[in-house]
């Protein structure tokens, strides 16, 4: 049996709206009821469309936000609802990448403090030690060492996003949370940066959670793959089964809107229609019944539970397998 | 760490020394032209209020703390009194009362033609008293009112002068040097912009990033004070703090001025801080410190203040030549620092009477000229210093 290091159950965020004083307070529902687990060593892809909640997910397990509910066990220790001497510990083990190179780097700093400064904080390293330290990872993010006096501003997109990675690195985490890392550059850029993280993903022995809206990104980085849709889960599985053998409706319209190269090939489905509804009065049942092509009346009135249809394929659908 | 290992280090490239941010400023400073002579301009101001004082004799010094009304009657009084003429309250104040007056208000040479003095001291009791010398009782008060206000430093029958060599910028209505007092006036300007904008700056930085960084309530609470103390219109407070603050001795009053125009003037930055600290919070550098697992000082030191030290220091100096305007205004609203003492603004203030305005121009033209050297060369400076300390501005 594969080692767990992360497991997720039925973890909710909820962010109350103001919509005025006197009105009754209504809830976003970012992230509604997920649950998962990951394994030692392994990618774990989260796809969906803008607003699903997978940013929302990865921030609430790395406790960046409480959790409204559930639990978050991690290395078989339930941190959901640890608090700040305890989550200065947790920082150690578990980090975040962020989607924005640009406001993600504090622009008066220099590489050298902004990777070396979390050292210092947990005490890492001696200052004597700490010079050295911050040159090799940032040579191992593949950046040269006269780069550490320089300032945010100095770097180009892509290397703003190799400083970010050694950042979290600085801490020598297990587990990392990388949120869309590669959405803000170009192309080229893209696959360099999920190269290296490949790279470093051997030799630090990591874990990442991989939220991506890009799925041929999540498709080249990632061991397993979940596809998000309106705060839940709806699909789980290895790359390769859910590429070739989408269960959900929904995964089955994502996969048909990747765009063929080869113009003789025919498109099995029409691309998805309609608009995500609003994660404030999500819709009763299956949340997908909205904009389901094969919407039956069970999908409006009872929510599909979350199964292992097959072997290591999980599927939030009524009619998975059938369709 | 241990999967990291050291051979790895390159030697191919020499690493340098990491460069201070202080330093990489500095550099930038210096390439900004405006902002040197801006620097250069205000450093070359304080180095003369300093030094200039100091050139001139040790009695002008004195003028500064009397004017010629007080030292002419008090000398008077203790000439009479060594004389042995025996002064009850009464006449102590009826004197007082009068002369101040006639000081005051009138030209002191016109004041001596017209024989006021004389007048005064007709009554009985002081002619009995003077009889025996066989001296006309004015002009002994004369000679005493001269004698002693050149020991003073006052030059009263070589008032209103225009520049000259021996006194460069003129004299003023009572004789005394203008040059002199307006370096004096120029340390007690300085000093009450110094203040005032240290008081403003420190008031607004804290309430701003305390409001910002905690938010909630708190951040409510402190902004509607804010919104209070900004509604409070600055004139007609400041007339009636002035006003009620009169017991304060003339040479305190500048603290006055500070404390008003410090206390009546955060809420300006206070906003700016908290706009910017709000902005800030959600920058996910901010985040990044969370997950990092830094702390809360450094959070506040490291991360916020620096990527605000831009507005405040520009907010600092446009409040200190503000600060420095306003206490001209008040001055010159005869509000502000108390004569004798003088400040460019109450030196300005001169130029209220119109033969003072259309005639003895040297008298209000150079106080007005230092405050605006001072009030631009002081925002050349912060500007100069907001763009040297922007890692963002390359030049």
Not at chain 2, 4 to 28: C, H, S, V, Y
Not at chain 2, 219 to 233: G, N, Y
Request: hydrophobic share 40%; with cysteine.
């Amino acid at each position: 049996m594969r080692e767990k290091i992360l497991e997720v159950k039925n973890v909710k965020k909820y962010f109350p709206v103001n919509i005025g004083l006197f009105k009754k307070p209504l809830q976003v529902k970012a992230v509604d009821d997920v649950s998962f687990t990951m394994y030692k060593g392994e990618t774990l892809g989260l796809v969906g469309e803008s607003g699903c909640g997978k940013s929302t997910l990865g921030r609430t397990i790395v406790r960046l936000y409480e959790p409204t509910a559930g639990q978050i066990i991690f290395k078989d220790q339930d941190i959901s609802t640890w608090k700040s001497h305890k989550l200065k510990k947790l920082r150690q083990e578990m980090q975040l990448i962020f989607q924005d190179p640009y406001s993600s780097l504090n622009p008066r700093m220099n590489v050298n403090s902004i990777v070396g400064e979390a050292m210092l904080a947990h005490k890492l390293v001696s200052k004597a030690e700490y010079e050295d330290r911050v040159v090799d990872i940032i040579e191992k993010c593949g950046l040269a060492s006269y780069h550490v006096n320089r300032y945010p501003h100095q770097f180009s997109g892509g290397q703003r996003q190799r400083i970010g990675v050694a950042r979290a690195l600085a801490l020598n985490p297990e587990f990392i949370v990388a949120d869309e890392p590669v959405s803000a550059l170009d192309v080229s850029v893209q696959s360099q940066v999920l190269n290296m993280m490949n790279g470093l993903k051997d030799e630090f022995g990591l874990s990442y959670l991989f939220i991506s809206h890009d799925l041929s990104v999540v498709k080249h980085i990632s061991d397993r793959i979940g596809v998000m849709y309106l705060g839940s889960i709806i699909e789980l599985t290895g790359k390769r089964k859910l590429y070739e053998n989408p269960l959900h409706p929904y995964t089955m319209a994502l996969m048909a809107a990747i765009p063929e190269p080869d113009p003789r090939k025919i498109k099995k489905m029409e691309a998805i229609k309609g608009e995500i509804p609003s994660n404030i009065n999500t819709p009763s049942g299956c949340k997908f019944h909205t904009r389901c092509p094969y919407v039956k009346d069970i999908c409006k009135e009872e929510v599909p539970e979350f199964r292992e249809l097959e072997k290591d394929h999980f599927v939030a659908c009524h009619f998975a397998g059938e369709i | 760490m241990s999967e990291i290992k050291n051979d790895q280090t390159t030697t191919t490239t020499p690493r340098l020394k990491p460069e201070g941010p202080w330093k990489i400023a500095w550099n930038r400073f210096k390439k900004n032209k405006v902002a040197l002579v801006g620097g250069t301009g205000f450093l070359l101001i304080v180095l003369g209020v300093i030094v200039i004082p100091m050139i001139f004799s040790f009695n002008l010094w004195r003028t500064m703390e009397l004017d010629a009304g007080t030292a002419i009657s008090s000398t008077v009084l203790d000439s009479l009194d060594e004389k042995g003429v025996e002064i009850d309250e009464e006449f102590e104040e009826t004197f007082f009362n009068r002369f101040d007056e006639v000081v005051r208000q009138s030209h002191f040479e016109d004041f001596i033609e017209q024989n006021e003095l004389d007048d005064l001291y007709t009554q009985e009791d002081i002619n009995q008293l003077f009889a025996g010398e066989a001296v006309g009782t004015g002009r002994i008060i004369r000679e005493t009112i001269f004698v002693n206000l050149r020991a003073h430093g006052f030059e009263l029958e070589n008032s209103d002068q225009p520049p000259s060599r021996e006194n460069w910028l003129g004299t003023d209505r009572q004789g005394r040097d203008v040059m002199f007092r307006l370096f004096y006036g120029g340390r007690i300007s300085l000093i009450v912009g110094l203040l005032s904008a240290t008081l403003t700056v420190s008031l607004g930085t804290v309430v701003g990033g305390v409001s910002g960084y905690y938010g909630g309530k708190l951040d409510a609470f402190l902004m509607r004070f804010a919104e209070i103390v900004q509604s409070i219109p600055l004139l007609p407070m400041m007339i009636s703090i002035s006003a009620a603050m009169r017991w304060v001795p003339s040479e305190r009053t500048l603290l006055v001025v500070v404390f008003v125009v410090g206390i009546l003037s955060w809420p300006g930055l206070a906003r700016v801080v908290r706009g910017q600290i709000l902005s800030l919070r959600e920058q996910e550098f901010m985040q990044a410190t969370e997950i990092l697992g830094i702390s809360d000082v450094s959070r506040i030191f490291r991360h916020l203040l620096p990527n605000v030290l831009a507005y405040i220091i520009v907010s600092a100096t446009l409040g200190m030549g503000g600060a420095i305007l306003l206490e001209a205004g008040l001055s010159f609203l005869g509000l502000g620092v108390q004569p004798p003492m003088p400040s460019w603004g109450n030196m300005i203030y001169l130029a209220n009477n119109s033969t003072v305005f259309r005639e003895y121009l040297w008298m209000w033209i150079p106080p007005g000229v230092m405050i605006m050297l001072t009030v631009v060369s002081v925002n050349l400076l912060g500007e100069g210093l907001r763009d040297a300390l922007d890692p963002k501005e390359i030049r």
